[in-house]
């Protein structure tokens, strides 16, 4: 009965340590208190102990699996046509911004990955926990339509190989119900395990790889100018598209919903949290898997850049039609007889190669397609997960959360395939680009505010170094990204309505912008900051700023069953 009591007590008192010092009227959401709820339990992958220190690749092998899986958001449909618009544009002058992008990428996934491995909170929940109600929400929606731009290239693009597969015969928004199946496929290999369901990517990843290696293969494209274009950080007479095409490449390569996949995906490893070596070694086999990861991923773009730089650079749409022509490939009619140069995608693409390099080059080709878009769609299913339940707070079963997020994504989709020429749906491929270019700050400053917080992640925070590269690095990137959606708004402004449209969100996106600023700038101050016991900033900022987040190894583990392990 002693035991029991003393129990008690003591557990009411680790609940209450918790609370927040600087305003309690503002209580911080933790796993003793609202999510504490989700009654689900995650099933996680052991990490075997080694008795030596060194590298070990058994634990190497533990350790993969999260990596590759948000590597495949670097290879789905949008990103390859944006890698044979790049070749076919540019040749290989851009090989070197893809280079850039995917090291850029490789910097951001690294802090996503470890917010998860340190707090064991994905980027969502840390969001949550951190943001007013107002900006979260806001952060929330743009999210999801940043994973409804991205799943629609991914449909579009599996829908597009289905119609090439079926030689026409599956019209592309049969296409798109056939994905829907993507859902039950995901929840019936989820059931099987994570491993199994890792493996399952792993293949979709060795299937774009021997098919868009290939294709490298049989046009055989110029190897010393491939590296040419990859050390040479500059473009020499490139004409006005390329530059908008190395925008596109920038904004195709690094998605901010993947930063919200990323640190989701790492809870599915068994790390202990009260032991700092423990810690340490997950941050240092995860950042080895994204390096490898990522590292694949870079190969089979630079592919796909090599192949149509090689066989579409400086052609016009004449040429294409007499090759298809002499070929007597049953696609030839989409090449107008003209001597405008081609403009490519990834629908055209595959018929390209079928018209030069035989038929079997056009079916390979969407197979490679098919697999980049049955996988992106996948993870594009967890991504959609992390970021409901983790805004939300939601405390729905898996099965309703993946089947919700997966039906808004797709609903949109089949609208726009039922009512579109497939012209219309490739051409898409650079509004979704922009779309999505523009939710990036919503991801990128997050997690530097974060990760450079010493009250969430104690000796791990981002040293000063690292924070300055990062800021920089998303100065770069946004502003990047923010003039390509400027030059597509002044491109397409159409009526006066839609000018007074894009100003008034433009002025809650800047609000939004501005608030996610001051909240970083103000995570990475001391603890004696006078700014951070100002009231304005516990009022309107949010108190979670200031708290002391070191008590999340513990919220994180297990309680304690009885008063002995108390």
Not at 35 to 42: G, N, V
Not at 79 to 89: M, R, V, W, Y
Not at 168 to 179: C, D, E, H, N, S
Request: proline share 3%; net charge neutral; glycine share 6%.
């Amino acid at each position: 009965m002693n035991s029991s009591i003393s129990f008690e007590w003591n557990n009411k008192f680790l609940i209450g340590f918790n609370k927040p010092t600087m305003d309690d009227s503002h209580p911080i959401p933790n796993e003793l208190t609202g999510l504490s709820k989700k009654s689900e339990k995650e099933l996680k992958v052991q990490i075997p102990e080694s008795n030596s220190s060194g590298f070990s690749f058994q634990k190497l092998w533990a350790f993969t699996g999260p990596g590759f899986l948000m590597s495949i958001a670097y290879l789905d449909p949008g990103n390859i046509e944006s890698d044979l618009q790049s070749g076919t544009t540019a040749r290989y002058k851009l090989l070197w911004v893809l280079m850039s992008a995917t090291i850029l990428g490789l910097v951001m996934q690294r802090l996503s990955a470890r917010l998860g491995v340190v707090t064991g909170l994905h980027l969502a929940d840390m969001c949550y926990r951190q943001y007013r109600r107002v900006p979260r929400l806001f952060v929330w929606l743009m999210m999801e339509v940043a994973i409804i731009g991205s799943d629609m290239q991914e449909v579009i693009g599996t829908s597009i190989a289905i119609y090439l597969l079926s030689n026409k015969m599956i019209p592309l928004w049969v296409g798109v119900l056939i994905t829907v199946i993507d859902t039950l496929s995901f929840l019936m290999l989820d059931k099987y395990g994570l491993r199994k369901l890792e493996l399952v990517f792993g293949f979709f990843i060795v299937v774009m790889s021997i098919s868009f290696g290939y294709e490298f293969a049989v046009v055989k494209p110029e190897i010393k100018e491939m590296f040419q274009g990859l050390v040479t950080p500059w473009c020499s007479d490139c004409k006005h598209s390329a530059l908008l095409q190395a925008i596109g490449i920038v904004g195709a390569i690094i998605m901010p919903h993947n930063l919200y996949l990323h640190s989701g995906l790492v809870k599915s490893r068994e790390v202990d949290r009260t032991k700092k070596d423990k810690l340490r070694e997950a941050n240092f086999y995860f950042f080895i898997e994204s390096c490898v990861a990522l590292f694949v991923s870079f190969v089979i773009n630079v592919c796909v850049v090599s192949v149509f730089a090689h066989g579409l650079y400086d052609k016009t749409n004449k040429d294409v039609l007499e090759i298809c022509t002499n070929s007597n490939n049953s696609y030839k009619d989409i090449f107008t007889n003209n001597t405008e140069l081609v403009e490519v995608d990834i629908f055209k693409g595959g018929v390209f190669l079928g018209c030069q390099f035989g038929i079997g080059a056009m079916y390979i080709w969407a197979i490679g397609i098919l697999a980049a878009g049955q996988s992106s769609t996948m993870t594009g299913c967890y991504a959609g997960q992390f970021v409901m339940e983790g805004f939300l707070n939601l405390q729905w079963s898996r099965w309703k959360r993946v089947g919700f997020t997966r039906l808004v994504a797709i609903a949109p989709t089949f609208y726009v395939a039922f009512f579109s020429d497939i012209n219309e749906l490739s051409g898409m491929n650079d509004l979704l680009n922009a779309v999505m270019s523009l939710q990036l700050p919503f991801a990128t400053l997050p997690v530097i505010a974060f990760t450079s917080n010493p009250r969430i992640m104690g000796e791990f925070t981002n040293g000063f170094g690292n924070i300055i590269t990062t800021i920089v690095l998303s100065v770069v990137i946004i502003s990047i990204n923010v003039f390509f959606v400027i030059y597509q708004t002044i491109n397409n402004l159409t009526s006066n309505w839609y000018l007074i449209g894009v100003i008034a969100y433009s002025t809650i996106y800047l609000l939004m912008c501005a608030y996610l600023t001051l909240h970083l700038v103000i995570s990475m101050l001391s603890d004696s900051s006078r700014l951070r016991s100002n009231p304005f900033v516990i009022k309107f900022i949010g108190p979670q700023i200031g708290q002391n987040f070191s008590q999340h190894m513990q919220t994180n583990s297990t309680l304690p069953r009885n008063a002995e392990e108390l």
